[in-house]
């Protein structure tokens, strides 16, 4: 079956334009994640939806980082005024559910790099 | 807060040889999970094994076990007869028990397995 898919695979921008992410994740499942991953580091945990809700949005970097799901399905991951420090990889993931463990399935990333 | 850390930014092993990546951890919790995720220069997460707390027993796949020291917080890799294809990015992971929404990574270590 399909895995979680992530578009543009590579983007980039020009500091200051506003750049949307996008996530299509394993049908069915209701809970979805973005990671980001900086050169060389760990993923830093930015958000999650159970279906449609992100009850917790305090991991979202800054304030011209939105994100949102329609249909417990797609995602879209948007920075606005984009500035270099936001140049990464942004990693989506999908699970069943998060009220028991399911286990995460990731894509495989948009890369972001702002000039 | 909950913190991952991994103090090994590289590692290298011969083909057929075994390595030991390490990883601690922080935590206040008392139940969780912890992971072992492989990221090849696909950039594709994919997990390899996991480990819940309140299991004394060490979780093994294949020729992946884990060494996990509870008290000790510590919870390393052993790969056994490494492969040229185990060649990736491993990065340690942690996760609340009962409060999946958000996992915490640590740097991540990258191993070169060798002919």
């Known amino acids: 079956g399909a895995g979680v898919s992530q578009s543009p695979s590579n983007k980039v921008t020009e500091k200051g334009k506003d750049v949307e992410l996008r996530c299509d994740p394993i049908?069915?499942?209701?809970?979805l994640y973005w990671y980001r991953q900086r050169l060389g580091q760990g993923l830093e945990f930015l958000i999650y939806f159970q279906g449609n809700s992100a009850p917790d949005k305090s991991g979202l970097p800054s304030d011209r980082f939105s994100a949102e799901r329609t249909g417990e399905s797609v995602s879209t991951l948007t920075i606005q005024r984009t500035q270099q420090e936001d140049s990464a990889v942004y990693l989506c993931?999908?699970?069943?559910?998060?009220?028991?463990?399911?286990?995460?399935?990731f894509g495989p990333g948009t890369r972001l790099t702002v000039l | 807060a909950q913190t991952v850390t991994q103090s090994q930014p590289e590692m290298s092993v011969q083909e057929a040889e075994t390595v030991t990546l390490s990883c601690t951890y922080d935590t206040s919790e008392n139940n969780y999970y912890l992971f072992w995720y492989k990221q090849p220069p696909s950039r594709q997460m994919i997990l390899v094994i996991r480990?819940?707390?309140?299991?004394?027993q060490n979780a093994t796949e294949n020729r992946f076990s884990v060494n996990f020291q509870k008290a000790a917080k510590s919870f390393s890799l052993k790969i056994s007869d490494s492969q040229l294809g185990d060649t990736a990015m491993y990065f340690c992971a942690f996760t609340k028990l009962y409060n999946f929404n958000k996992f915490y990574f640590g740097s991540g270590t990258k191993l070169n397995v060798k002919p």
């Open positions: 480990q819940e707390a309140y299991k004394q």
């Open positions: 049908s069915g499942h209701t809970a």
């Open positions: 993931a999908s699970s069943l559910s998060i009220s028991t463990y399911n286990e995460q399935f």
